[in-house]
């Protein structure tokens, strides 16, 4: 059975920096993409960011490029998201995710990621 934790939220004030992490147990992390998307309170589930299963290639929310940087420890079984420049509209629900497929170049697909992390609250303070 797949596990995976977020940490690392909290709250911060705009302009500030905070960093996630997603530690991954019962699978093999080192083969399979990982994404970040966030939830607003009323709003839809939203892409930040992908990484591929080794690294090499990442791709980020529009709303996020310049600001965040998603990378991966496969040693560490772990995935990180580094957000730098906060603003109060980053504030959300964040949500690690694991792909269906093995090998994966990555997605901002929603529907391309079969495991999924309970998630971890960052609110930005104006």
């Known amino acids: 059975q797949v596990q995976m934790v977020e940490s690392g939220g909290g709250l911060v004030q705009a302009g500030g920096s905070l960093r996630l992490s997603c530690a991954v147990s019962?699978?093999?992390?080192?083969?399979?993409?990982m994404a970040w998307f966030r939830q607003a309170p009323g709003k839809e589930r939203e892409f930040v960011a992908t990484?591929?299963?080794?690294?090499?290639?990442?791709s980020y929310g529009d709303s996020v490029k310049g600001r965040f940087t998603i990378s991966r420890d496969n040693t560490q079984n772990t995935a990180y998201l580094q957000m730098d420049s906060l603003k109060p509209e980053d504030t959300g629900t964040y949500y690690c995710?694991?792909?269906?497929?093995?090998?994966?170049?990555?997605?901002?697909?929603?529907?391309?990621?079969?495991?999924w992390g309970q998630g971890t609250q960052v609110t930005v303070s104006s």
């Open positions: 990484i591929n299963w080794n690294g090499y290639r990442t």
């Open positions: 995710a694991a792909s269906r497929k093995s090998w994966d170049s990555g997605s901002s697909e929603r529907n391309d990621f079969g495991s």
């Open positions: 019962g699978r093999n992390f080192g083969s399979y993409a």
